[in-house]
């Protein structure tokens, strides 16, 4: 199947991309750079060892979208796209919306311009809002409480209205807990521009000494150590859940929303004594306070994926760590031979 992928150089873009090739899909990388960089796309053509076509827009320029639907015969979109830090939303809440709603209005001009109508479409945990129960299920009342969230509910909204309008579409709503880790080459990873706001790249830049310490954001919820829980998935097998999602919708039309993750809460603390364990590097930490918007925990249930996608995920935390590690040492190596 020709696959274009908006957001395609992205962390989640990048692996999902190898997933695809790997899978025997062809690829077409979408994306305007805001928050990665052309090296990836020759990084994921060193893993797959063949070309992987790239074009640098926007989503929010339709027309170019078009023209490159069209070029490349694309017959389903993965659409990850978008601006993605809850305080970023929160301080500019406008961007957020143009980037993820705007954006997500534009592509989905562009299919319709072109009949391509099957979409998978990169949601989030955050639709859950504050967690009236655990773990999360698919029928867990939504509600976001910040506008990047907000934003991805508005478009699983608008994405259940085009199915309803117009039998055809076929639109698989994935929502991801917390992916971390890297790919086993340690060739791509995620490397945010700037401070990371999530945990893993945090971990790894305090591990490699280029941030100083880590900000754990809470220490008095109630939890067992009274440090936030997630649900880490490693982005390799979110990768591969994209993959299984595009064989479901090859069969299913109508609009579907379906949990990636593995079911297994982490606390900050766990996550960091797994990462020193996995990876002998301590992480200098300071316990800092909650951030607003943050809620307690957030663990998935995963039956649906296994029922419909027939995916679970195999990776342990041992591997996120050891990978994401792998990443960051091997981004080192690069810039030092950059500098020299
Ligand atoms: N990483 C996570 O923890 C997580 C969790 C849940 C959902 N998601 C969602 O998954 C998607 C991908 O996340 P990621 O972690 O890979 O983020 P990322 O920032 O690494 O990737 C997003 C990519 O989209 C590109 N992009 C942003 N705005 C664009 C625009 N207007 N036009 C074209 N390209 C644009 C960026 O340059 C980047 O390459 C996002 O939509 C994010 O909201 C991520």
Same mark, same amino acid.
């Given at each position: 199947?020709?696959?274009?992928?908006?957001?395609?150089?992205?962390?989640?873009?990048?692996?999902?991309?190898?997933?695809?090739?790997?899978?025997?899909?062809?690829?077409?990388?979408?994306?305007?750079?805001?928050?990665?960089?052309?090296? &990836?796309?020759?990084?994921?053509?060193?893993?797959? #060892?063949?070309? &992987?076509?790239?074009?640098?827009?926007?989503?929010?320029?339709?027309?170019?979208?078009?023209?490159?639907?069209?070029?490349?015969?694309?017959?389903?979109?993965?659409?990850?796209?978008?601006?993605?830090?809850?305080?970023?939303?929160?301080?500019?809440?406008?961007?957020?919306?143009?980037?993820? &709603?705007?954006?997500?209005?534009?592509?989905?001009?562009?299919?319709?311009?072109?009949?391509?109508?099957?979409?998978?479409?990169?949601?989030?945990?955050?639709?859950?809002?504050?967690?009236?129960?655990?773990?999360?299920?698919?029928?867990?009342?939504?509600?976001?409480?910040?506008?990047?969230?907000?934003?991805?509910?508005?478009?699983?909204?608008?994405?259940?209205?085009?199915?309803?309008?117009?039998?055809?579409?076929?639109?698989?709503?994935?929502?991801?807990?917390?992916?971390?880790?890297?790919?086993?080459?340690?060739?791509?990873?995620?490397?945010?521009?700037?401070?990371?706001?999530?945990?893993?790249?945090?971990?790894?830049?305090?591990?490699?000494?280029?941030?100083?310490?880590?900000?754990?954001?809470?220490?008095?919820?109630?939890?067992?150590?009274?440090?936030?829980?997630?649900?880490?998935?490693?982005?390799?097998?979110?990768?591969?859940?994209?993959?299984?999602?595009?064989?479901?919708?090859?069969?299913?039309?109508?609009?579907?929303?379906?949990?990636?993750?593995?079911?297994? #809460?982490?606390?900050?603390?766990?996550?960091?004594?797994?990462?020193?364990?996995?990876?002998?590097?301590?992480?200098?930490?300071?316990?800092?306070?909650?951030?607003? #918007?943050?809620?307690?925990?957030?663990?998935?249930?995963?039956?649906?994926?296994?029922?419909?996608? #027939?995916?679970?995920?195999?990776?342990?935390?041992?591997?996120?760590?050891?990978?994401?590690?792998?990443?960051?040492?091997?981004?080192?190596?690069?810039?030092?031979?950059?500098?020299?």
């Amino acid at each position: 199947m020709n696959v274009l992928l908006t957001g395609g150089a992205g962390y989640i873009g990048s692996h999902t991309a190898v997933a695809l090739v790997q899978a025997g899909h062809r690829v077409v990388l979408y994306d305007n750079f805001s928050n990665s960089s052309a090296d &990836v796309v020759r990084q994921i053509e060193k893993i797959v #060892g063949r070309v &992987v076509a790239l074009i640098e827009g926007d989503v929010r320029d339709t027309t170019l979208l078009v023209e490159a639907m069209e070029q490349h015969a694309v017959e389903a979109v993965i659409h990850l796209a978008g601006l993605k830090a809850v305080g970023g939303s929160v301080e500019d809440p406008i961007s957020y919306y143009a980037n993820n &709603v705007q954006g997500t209005v534009s592509l989905l001009q562009a299919m319709q311009t072109t009949g391509s109508r099957t979409l998978v479409f990169s949601s989030s945990a955050t639709v859950y809002g504050v967690p009236r129960y655990l773990p999360l299920d698919e029928e867990h009342p939504t509600g976001a409480t910040n506008p990047y969230g907000r934003s991805k509910l508005h478009i699983e909204e608008m994405l259940s209205d085009v199915t309803r309008s117009d039998a055809a579409w076929r639109v698989a709503c994935l929502r991801y807990f917390n992916p971390v880790g890297a790919h086993e080459s340690a060739l791509i990873g995620e490397n945010p521009h700037g401070v990371p706001s999530n945990l893993m790249p945090f971990i790894t830049r305090v591990g490699s000494g280029s941030l100083h310490c880590l900000n754990v954001y809470g220490a008095d919820y109630d939890t067992p150590d009274g440090t936030g829980v997630r649900d880490y998935v490693h982005v390799m097998d979110l990768a591969e859940g994209h993959v299984a999602a595009l064989v479901f919708l090859s069969q299913t039309a109508g609009w579907h929303a379906i949990n990636l993750g593995t079911g297994q #809460g982490h606390s900050v603390l766990e996550m960091v004594r797994a990462f020193e364990q996995a990876c002998g590097v301590p992480v200098r930490r300071v316990m800092a306070d909650r951030r607003p #918007g943050d809620v307690a925990a957030a663990y998935a249930k995963v039956d649906k994926a296994r029922q419909l996608l #027939g995916w679970e995920a195999r990776r342990d935390l041992n591997e996120m760590c050891a990978s994401a590690w792998s990443y960051q040492l091997a981004q080192g190596d690069q810039t030092e031979r950059e500098q020299k």
